[in-house]
């Protein structure tokens, strides 16, 4: 099972990053995905997760209103949109897909997890 992400890098304070998430036809067309991020010294936190639906999806309190998260279903992927980056944005961002068909702000929901992304914000 792999989950590949891409998309990351280094962007000005206000600027936008996508980042991608492509995973085999097996494991996640038919279940949740999520994004979670994690700083230096910092736990893994939950940043946005959709259902195998699509829809709007669920996001963590910090970046409601500037990130939103898709999913191409045809292409077994899921994207996250960064707008409005801020410098606690910069953090390692990990793809993962959900045990169940919904979105889910509980790591221990995710069963699969890709390498992560670094993404960095200068202010």
């Known amino acids: 099972v792999q989950l590949q992400a891409s998309g990351g890098g280094l962007v000005q304070a206000g600027g936008s990053l996508r980042l991608s998430c492509t995973g085999s036809?097996?494991?996640?067309?038919?279940?949740?995905m999520g994004w979670f991020r994690q700083a230096p010294g910092k736990e893994r936190e939950f940043v946005a997760a959709?259902?195998?639906?699509?829809?709007?999806?669920i996001y963590a309190d910090s970046v409601k209103g500037r990130f939103t998260i898709s999913r191409d279903n045809a292409q077994n992927t899921v994207y996250l949109q960064m707008n409005s980056l801020e410098a606690e944005d910069t953090a390692v961002y990990y793809c993962?897909?959900?045990?169940?068909?919904?979105?889910?702000?509980?790591?221990?929901?995710?069963?699969?997890w890709g390498q992560g992304t670094q993404v960095t914000v200068s202010s």
């Open positions: 993962a897909v959900a045990r169940a068909a919904v979105a889910s702000r509980d790591i221990l929901a995710y069963r699969y």
């Open positions: 036809k097996r494991t996640s067309s038919n279940n949740g």
């Open positions: 959709i259902s195998w639906r699509g829809g709007t999806g």
